[in-house]
């Protein structure tokens, strides 16, 4: 076999699962993204989106590019390798709201108060206003805040969180 043929074999592999980053997907509103849901295991997490590129002792991983051209982060109630997503953010051109809402692009929030007319602005403490919407999940009261370019619904998201109250 000549070298050519070593290196083009080696190109058709697909990458390990170690490999995979996460750079997009679709957000569901109180739920998740993808196949990602609030309460899932870690290990159902990673069998979705592969080995994180970081992860601490506390329960936090990042599955997003190394560069931070987006974001896809889970936090989870503990380090333990049996907890759970309590937390999950995204941030993204890539990532948009099941329907086709592109948040992260101008004018994105506007579609989202008309899809979710509960969406509110809150002001958390020691923190800038956003926009939230809530609701419940497997029985349990959760929310979706995202972080707006700015408080108007003419602008973009920066980031969406998605978690347990």
């Not at 349990?140 to 108007?152: D, Q």
Request: proline content about 5%; overall charge positive.
């Amino acid at each position: 076999m000549t070298v050519l043929a070593a290196l083009l074999a080696l190109l058709a592999v697909p990458a390990s699962a170690s490999a995979r980053t996460c750079t997009g997907g679709t957000i569901y509103i109180n739920k998740g993204f993808d196949q990602v849901r609030l309460g899932q295991s870690r290990t159902t997490i990673v069998g979705e989106l592969g080995k994180p590129n970081y992860e601490n002792r506390n329960g936090f991983m990042q599955f997003g590019p190394d560069d931070f051209s987006s974001l896809c982060d889970v936090y989870r109630t503990s380090g333990s390798k049996h907890s759970t997503a309590r937390l999950l953010s995204f941030s993204g051109r890539r990532f948009v709201v099941s329907g086709g809402i592109k948040i992260f692009d101008n004018g994105g929030l506007r579609k989202l108060k008309a899809k979710y007319p509960s969406m509110k602005i809150v002001h958390p403490p020691n923190d800038s206003p956003a926009y939230q919407i809530t609701g419940h999940y497997q029985g349990r009261k959760v929310f979706t805040t995202i972080t707006p370019s700015k408080l108007s619904l003419s602008g973009r998201a920066l980031q969406v969180f998605i978690g347990y109250v």
